[in-house]
C-alpha cells in the first residue's frame, strides 16, 4: 500500500516512518531530495504545483495526502484519482481566516469577534466595535505567528494596514485568554472518529514550544471534544485534523485549524496508544482506527534553532529524542523531544532537567 | 551517524525504524536487496562472510552490530575498526551450547544437567546419569527447534544420534518446566544496564508463538535479573542479550542465550518506554540507556505462515501490527502483533478477539 504525500518535511517523515510497521510505503513530493522525509523514504522531486509531477506521485500511490495546509486547491483538485484526503473543502477553509470564522461560526463553535478589512477605514470601523487590543492578520498564508500585528492604541492602525500588505486582511479581538489549547482529532473513511486528550500550548513569538497533556477529565476536554466532532461531522472530514482553541474561564473559543497531523500532536507518538501519523494514515486507507488514549503524563518540547547535545537529552529516562536532519537556522523546528511520565510529580521533574539542557 | 548490521531481516529492520528519530542511521548487509531491512534503508548486497563486503560495510559506519548469533566469528575478528559489538566473545559461547552451559556454570547461573555426546556410547552414558526423557541437540547452529531430538525411551537412541549427523551433539537433561521465560537485558559501553520485564513465552513447534509481560513484581523476575547482570558483567557486554530459562517451582534454568535483540523482546517497541532495538543502538553507541520500564500491560504475538487481514487486526483498538514484508512461507516469521491493554482484564479480552484472527 502506498500513500503520496505532498511535502517533505517532518510531518511527512514521521508519517513515513508510522506507515512501515503496517506494510505501508510513503511516497513524498518536494522540491528537493534533501529533506526530512527524504531520509526515511522515496521523494518525487518536484513542485506541487507541477501538474506533472503530481500525476507522477498520484500514479504510483493508493492514495493521496498532504502535510501542509498551504497546498494549492486547484492542484488538489487535478488530482482525479486516487482519492485525496482531507478533502478539499477543508483545506479552502483553513487557508482562508474569514471562510474559517465563518465556518466555525456556521456550526455554533464560538470564536472571537472578527471583521474582514480592506482599506484603513474597515479597520478603524471595526476596532470601534471589538475595541484594543486587536490583532490584524493576513487572510491568507500566516504561519508561526507571520503575517500578524498587534494593535495596541489607535495610532498603530495605519503603519499595522500598511505593514501587512493593505489588502485580504481580517481583525480579530484580542482574546485574553487562561491558556491556548488543542484538540487532535481523527475521522475514517467509514465515519469512526478518535479523539486525543486537549493539550495545553505555550508559544513564544508565534512558535510552538511546548505542549502539555491535560490529563485531568477536564469540562473542557469533553467540550473540545463535542466542537471537533461537529467540525469533523460538518466537512465530512478524513484523516487528522488539529483545531487550536483559546480557554477563557472554562469556555473555548477557537482560533484556527490545520486540515493535518500537527506540531501539538507529536507527543502521541510515544504518549498515547495510537500516534497521530498511524491515526491518518489508518483513516484515509479506510483501516479501522486504533485507539487514542493517552499513556502516561506526556508532554512534547520543540527543538528550534540549534540542535541540543542528544548524550544529554538521553539522560533523561523517559526522554524520546526526534531529530528530523534539518541544518540549524534561527527560528526553525529542528526536532522535538517527548517527556513520558508515570506521574505528574516525576513530570515535573523531568521538565526541570529538561529546561535546563534546551537553550536555543 | 550510522550503524552497520551483518544481516538484514526483521531486525535490522525494525532496529533502523528505531534508529531513524535519533538520527542514527542503520545500513544492513544482507545478501539480498529484497530483504525486510531493504524496505527501510540501505542494504549493502553480499555474504557476511566476504571480507570485502564487510570491509566495506565496515568503512562507512561508526559501530557494527548483528541480527543473528550464527554469525562467522572469524569474519566479525576481521573487522579492525570501527567497533563491533556485542564483542566476539559472547558469539563465540552463544554458537556452541557446551561453551554456553560452561559459561553459565562458571557464574552459578543453574542449567539442566548435561553432557558432550560424539559417538553412541557417550550418549547411553549421558542418559545413564540424567535419565529419559533426554533432548539430542546439536551443539551449533540450532535455531527454532530445529537440530533437536527429544529421546523418550532408549530404542531411540541411535535413531536420534544418526539424525543429528553422529557428532558435535550435547544432550541435556528435559527440564520439566512450569514455564519457560526469557529476559531481555542491555549493557552500554559505558557500563549503565537497563533490564526489561521478564516475559513468559508460548513455543509451537519450536517456535516462539507469543510472550507475555510478567508485570507482577515476582522474585523470578528479580530472580531473571540477577543471573541477567551476571552474564552483562561477565562477558563485558555492550548491546542487547536475551537469556532464556525454564521457570521451576519459583527457581529459573538458564536455557540458552542470544547475543543480539530478540524475538521475546518486541512487545517492547509499544509496551516499553524505550524499545530492545533502540536500547541496543543506544548502548553500542556510548548513548545513555533509556527507561526499560513496562506500560501497561503487553502481550506479543507472533504472524507465522500467512499474513490475517491487516484490517481485521487493526478492529482491535490497543493492537500494533508489524509487518516485515516477507512472502508467506510454511513455519516464517511474516510479522508480530503487540496488544497494549490497561489492565489484566482487557488484555485477557483483546486476546479472545486476536485468537479468532490469527490462523495458520
Known sequence: VKVGVL???????????????????????????????????D???????????????????????????????????????PNVYPAPNALSISQDRILEKCFFDSISVPTAQYFPVDSVQDLQQAIEKIGLPAILKTRRFGYDGKGQFMIKAQEEIEQAFSELGAKNLIVEQKINFDREVSCIAVRAVSGETAFYDLVENVHVGGILRTSTVITENSNVNQLAKSYAEKVLTELNYVGVIAIEFFEVKG????????????NSGH??????????????????????????DTVGY??????????????????????????????????????????SAINSESLTQEVKLLGSLLKE
Chains 1, 2 share one sequence.
Open 267 to 292: 507527543w502521541t507518538i510515544e504518549g498515547a496508544v495510537t500516534s497521530q501519523f498511524e491515526n491518518h494514515l489508518r483513516a484515509i486507507l479506510d483501516l479501522p482506527l486504533g485507539s487514542a
Open 298 to 339: 506526556p508532554m512534547m518540547f520543540n527543538v528550534i534553532s540549534k540542535h541540543p547535545e542528544i548524550s544529554e537529552i538521553l539522560k533523561i529516562p523517559y526522554a524520546h529524542c526526534h531529530v528530523y536532519g534539518k541544518q540549524e537556522r534561527q527560528g526553525r523546528k529542528l526536532g522535538h523531544i517527548t517527556l
Open 43 to 81: 521523494v518525487v522531486v518536484g513542485d506541487y504545483t507541477d501538474q506533472q509531477k503530481l500525476k507522477e506521485l498520484a500514479e504510483q500511490v493508493d492514495v493521496v495526502t498532504y502535510e501542509f495546509e498551504n497546498v494549492d486547491v486547484p492542484s488538489v483538485e487535478s488530482i482525479e484519482t
Open 251 to 262: 469556555k473555548l473559543i477557537a482560533n484556527e485549524m490545520a486540515p493535518r497531523v500537527h
Open 7 to 41: 511535502g517533505g518535511g517532518q510531518l511527512a517523515q514521521m508519517m513515513a516512518l508510522a506507515g512501515f510497521p503496517l506494510g505501508i510505503k510513503v511516497i513524498a513530493l518536494e522540491s528537493t531530495q534533501d529533506c526530512p522525509a527524504g531520509l526515511v523514504t
